[in-house]
């Protein structure tokens, strides 16, 4: 069955820098756009970042434009989240999504079709 399997989570002070991964299996990986989001307590889903299938296209949340990239590695069915300047309103749990599609990008929740269980960053101040 399809499997995403974040990474990389961790508790940083303000201004670190932390990579998460996020390893697929069980599906096509490049078939398939790649997507981060992320969720605090009491709020809904937000979206992160995402990138195509190709890897050649990025599209980020303003919030964290500038300071967070993503890359894939489709070798290895890897997808990255290279965040850099963590503030404490980044803490949140970060989660993968992968969907199926030749778009460049997916940033609504309810347009991924699998969804990895999430790794908690813990940014403090």
């Known amino acids: 069955q399809v499997q995403l399997v974040e990474s990389g989570g961790g508790l940083v002070q303000a201004g670190d820098s932390l990579t998460l991964s996020c390893a697929a299996s069980?599906?096509?990986?490049?078939?398939?756009?790649m997507s981060w989001f992320r969720q605090t307590p009491g709020k809904e889903r937000e979206f992160v970042g995402s990138?195509?299938?190709?890897?050649?296209?990025?599209y980020f949340a303003d919030s964290v434009k500038g300071r967070f990239t993503i890359s894939r590695d489709n070798a290895k069915n890897t997808v990255y989240l290279q965040m850099s300047s963590l503030k404490p309103e980044d803490t949140a749990v970060y989660y993968c999504?992968?969907?199926?599609?030749?778009?460049?990008?997916?940033?609504?929740?309810?347009?991924?079709?699998?969804w990895g269980q999430g790794t908690q960053v813990t940014v403090s101040s």
């Open positions: 990138i195509s299938w190709s890897g050649g296209y990025t």
């Open positions: 069980g599906l096509p990986f490049s078939n398939y756009a």
């Open positions: 999504a992968a969907k199926r599609t030749i778009a460049t990008k997916f940033t609504g929740r309810s347009e991924a079709d699998y």
